[in-house]
Structures are given as structure tokens and as C-alpha cells.
């Protein structure tokens, strides 16, 4: 970034007032009647209700449609471990998407943890305020078993974004990408450069929808992760491959994908001229990628571009995912984000790529026009109908596989936000 556009950054995070997110009242505060059902003593009668059944909670409180976004800072972006306070504009940032596209109100809460347990515990002690824990930006592998516990310990939608956000979004532009290229997901060769919570998401949800394990090379910092290593922890011994490639250099020769969830400026223009014919590349680093769209552009002109960063085309970003798949998980009150949710929502968001784009997104972005094609593989974040589709495919998805516990809202498909209470 130029130093002007450093300088808008700070600028926008601080005026005119600190920070991005505010909090507002959802009842009339004008009169001492209003104080008497808001504070002492009507408030008592809530509580009461609440007491005798936690369910009224849902019925009295803003708990239904609140999600906590937590994070310990182990991970921020690809900026790594600055720790938990450095990470509050990302989650107030998450907050502010959280709000914008799903009409969800998120509390963000950076937890200074001295081990995952002490994290877990914490997060497990307040989870009944929330309607959805999202996890955000926490490094792997602490980050799995974070996760696992938290799900196995709260009954309320628990969901680390940068795995299964990102691997959903991945997996949807990933398939248009292929479709364009004219290639098939179960015979491409896939490179992921990265091996931390997002890449391993990534592959697992890939695996999933048909490509073949044994085609990807995945890499850490020490080069690619085959059988013969001693140093794998489980979760990177599930992508050991049997290969003689041990480096970038020799695992990108002739690869049809890569994908970066690793950091900065690690794929050179001679190893995407070494890729094959439409080469993918989605370069997912933030705040800045793998290769810059500019480089990869000017390397090869047959390439499938796509960054993390809302002003280059192909924005593979998890902000595609989470407002919308916690909307449908708390409209019908899942338990859980199961895999059936997961694929549901790769689906909406692959399909809704292949419609007409509406002109609102092509205002917002100052473009005369956009189609499907190799400038335009994802839906963009500003896509009004993003709530409709993704929010539906997750709550019906979540309702077919048992761990809804309300039926399909019948204000579904929400057509915006000033829709969601019906
Ligand atoms: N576009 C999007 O929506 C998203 C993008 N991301 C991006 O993905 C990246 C990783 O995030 P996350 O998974 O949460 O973080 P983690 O800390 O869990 O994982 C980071 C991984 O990157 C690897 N890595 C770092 N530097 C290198 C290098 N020089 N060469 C090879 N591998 C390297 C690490 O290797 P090792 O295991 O050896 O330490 C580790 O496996 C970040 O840049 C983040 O911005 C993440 C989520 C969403
Ligand atoms: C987008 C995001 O969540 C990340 O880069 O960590
Ligand atoms: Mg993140």
C-alpha cells in the first residue's frame, strides 16, 4: 500500500470516532413507564421467564441473533502472532460484515490465554450469551482442538472461520475456476502452500468435493509434506504424500492449482510460468498475497487470478461465508454448522456466480459490467442476493440433516437484512 492509502486506513479506523462498530437500543428509553419495563422492576420478569426455561432467552434477550467473534490474536491474517489486543480491528471488522450482510450483532472479545485450555474454558464459561460463537484467527494447530472442544462443550453454532469460512469459499470459486479452465476438480494437481488452520480446512473440504488426495502437494515452511517426514503433527500427516517433490520449486512444475494460505510474496513469476495451461492461482494472503494480481497478470496471461483483498476481481474471502451461514444457523436454531451446512452453502455461492449481476455490484465496484467468466468466478461481497441464496441453502441443509431445532423460516429467501425478524 502507498503511504497515502496507509494513512486512509488509520484515518477511517479513527474518525470520526474510534473504532468501526456501535451498539443500538431496539426500545423505546424516553419515559420513567419505558424505564420501568426496560430497568427495575420490569426487567425481573424476563428473568423470571429465563430462569424457569432457557429457552426464553430467545424470546427476551437479543441472544438469538448475537454472535460472539473470538480470538486469541495467534494468527491475525498473515500477520502472525501480535496477540489478542492487536487483533480487534480485524474481529471488530468481523463484526462490522457480521452486521452489513447478515444483520447479525456480534460482540468481538480478544482473550489473553496462557494455553488452548485456558482459552476453551474461558470461551465455554460464557457461551450461553451468544446465539453462535465464531473463531476467528487463530493459529493451527491449537486452533483444532480449540475448535473440538468447544463444540463438544456448548450447544450453540461454534464455527473458526478461517477453516471452514475459507474452505467454502475456496471450494465454490475454486470449482468455477475449474469450469472455466476446462478442467476437472478429481484430475487437477493442486499445490496449497500452507499447512495452518485455513489450508488444511481448504483440502479437506476439496477432498470432499471430489478431488483426489494424492494430487495434492500441500507445503509448510520446511517444503512439502510427504510420508517420510518425522515432524508432522496429525493434522498435517493427513496430506503425506508418497513424492519425491520436496520444494515449491519442484511441486508447482506443471501444477493446474495453488493455492496460498501461507503469507507474503512466496510464489515467484518463474513458478507460475512453470504451472500448466490456466493456471488457477488463488494467492489468499492477507493483507498481502502469495503473488501480487499485478505480477501474476503481467507472467502469464491464460492465468485464473483471484486474492483475499476486496480491490483486485475474484475476492476467495471468507466475509462470502460466515455473515450469511451464521444467518441461516441461527434462523432455524442449528446445534451445530454441520458438513451438509458447509457443502450447502459451497453450492449457493458457486451457482449464484453463473447468474446475471445486478447493477447495484457493478456501482459499488464503478464497473461497467460483469460475467462469469475468468474476471468474475465468485459472487462479490456487496451481492444483495448473497442473504437469500447462502442463508437458505444453510438453513434447509441444516433443517434435512436433524440439528435444526426451529423449522425453515417462512420469511426465507430473506431479500435484505431489514427482513431477518419477519
Ligand atoms: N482469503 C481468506 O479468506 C483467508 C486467508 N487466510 C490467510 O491464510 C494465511 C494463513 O492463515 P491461517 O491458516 O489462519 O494461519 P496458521 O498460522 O494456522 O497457518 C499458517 C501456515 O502458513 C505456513 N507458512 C507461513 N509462512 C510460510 C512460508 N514462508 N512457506 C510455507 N508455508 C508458510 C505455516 O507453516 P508452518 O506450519 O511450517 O508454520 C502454517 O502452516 C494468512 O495469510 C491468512 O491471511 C486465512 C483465512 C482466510
Ligand atoms: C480473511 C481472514 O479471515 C484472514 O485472512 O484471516
Ligand atoms: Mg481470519
Known sequence: MTDAKKQAALDYHSQPIPGKLSVELTKPTD?????????????????????KDPENAYLYTG????????????????????????????????????????????????????????????????????????????KAPECFEIERSLIERCNIPVFHDDQHGTAIVTAAGLLNALDIAGKALQDARIVCLGAGAAAVACMKLLVSCGAKA?????????????????DLNQYKAMFATDTDRRT?????????????????????????????SNPIVFACSNPDPEIHPDVANATRDDVIMATGRSDY???????????????????????????????????????LAREEVPQVVLDGYEIESLSYGRGYII????????????????????????????PYPSNYPLQSVDDIYG
Open 248 to 276: 515449491l520449486d519442484d511441486a508447482i512444475d506443471g501444477a493446474d492449482v495453488f493455492v496460498g494460505l501461507s503469507g507474503p510474496n512466496l510464489l515467484s513469476p518463474e513458478q507460475l510460468q512453470s504451472m500448466a
Open 63 to 138: 441472544k438469538g441473533n448475537l454472535v460472539a467473534v473470538v480470538s486469541d490474536g495467534s494468527a491475525i491474517l498473515g500477520l502472525g502472532n501480535l496477540g489478542p489486543l492487536a487483533s480487534k480491528p480485524v474481529m471488530e471488522g468481523k463484526g462490522v460484515l457480521f452486521k452489513k450482510f447478515a444483520g447479525i450483532n456480534s460482540v468481538d472479545i480478544e482473550v489473553d490465554a496462557e494455553s488452548p485450555q485456558a482459552f476453551v474454558d474461558t470461551v465455554a464459561r460464557i457461551a450461553d450469551t451468544w446465539g453462535g460463537i465464531n473463531l476467528e484467527d487463530i
Open 214 to 230: 494424492e494430487h495434492i502437494d500441500m507445503l509448510d515452511r520446511k517444503g512439502v509434506i510427504h510420508g517420510g517426514r518425522e
Open 313 to 351: 476481481p475474484n475476492q476467495v474471502n471468507n466475509v462470502l461465508g460466515f455473515p450469511f451461514i451464521f444467518r441461516g444457523a441461527l434462523d432455524v436454531r442449528a446445534t451445530r454448522i454441520n458438513e451438509e451446512m458447509k457443502v450447502a452453502a459451497v453450492h449457493a455461492l458457486k451457482d
Open 379 to 406: 459472487p462479490t461481497p456487496l451481492d444483495p442476493r448473497l442473504l437469500g441464496w447462502v442463508a437458505s441453502a444453510v438453513a434447509q441443509a441444516a433443517v434435512d440433516s436433524g440439528v435444526a431445532r426451529k
Open 31 to 51: 419515559s420513567a413507564k419505558h424505564l420501568a419495563l426496560a430497568y427495575s422492576p420490569g426487567v425481573a420478569e424476563p428473568c423470571r421467564e429465563i430462569a
